[in-house]
């Protein structure tokens, strides 16, 4: 369990998983430039980024409609908040928000899990050593920060 969730906040890290909030997803870098990093990090075959990127492209593409979908939605419920209000509409339009941002974090999960599934075992513990490292880095660089204030 600890691997795993190690492993989802290194796939945060790198920007391969979608953010479960509708947000725009111009902020992320390419897919090449995240599936190099993780190559770097934890020595990937040329076939393993291959397979990666692949996944990636095909999750993001369905995960980006939801993001637009899920963006028009918030547009229409933002409309609502004005003297004369539909209540229906913005329970119906919530109720629907709140569908895809499941169906988004349902769809990063299984991409998530798609290229975990691409990585040997020595890659895993590689990266799970890795993400404590970042982990200690970043606990060290807050504790640094609170001292300043």
Do not use: C, H
Not at 92 to 105: F, I, P, R, V, Y
């Amino acid at each position: 369990m600890k691997l795993v969730k190690l492993f989802g906040i290194a796939l945060l890290t790198f920007g391969l998983a979608a953010p479960t909030l509708a947000q725009d997803m111009s902020q992320q870098a390419p897919q090449g430039d995240q599936v190099d990093q993780l190559a770097e990090l934890v020595g990937l075959s040329d076939d393993q980024q291959t397979e990666i990127r692949g996944i990636i492209e095909e999750m993001q593409g369905e995960i980006q409609e939801l993001q637009a979908e899920a963006q028009q939605i918030q547009q229409s419920i933002q409309a609502e908040i004005k003297p004369d209000y539909d209540e229906g509409k913005i329970r119906d339009n919530s109720e629907k928000l709140g569908d895809l941002t499941g169906e988004m974090t349902a769809l990063s999960t299984l991409m998530q899990a798609k290229v975990d599934a691409v990585f040997t075992e020595e890659q895993r513990a590689e990266l799970d050593k890795r993400m404590q490292q970042m982990q200690q880095q970043m606990q060290q660089q807050r504790q640094m920060q609170q001292q300043m204030q």
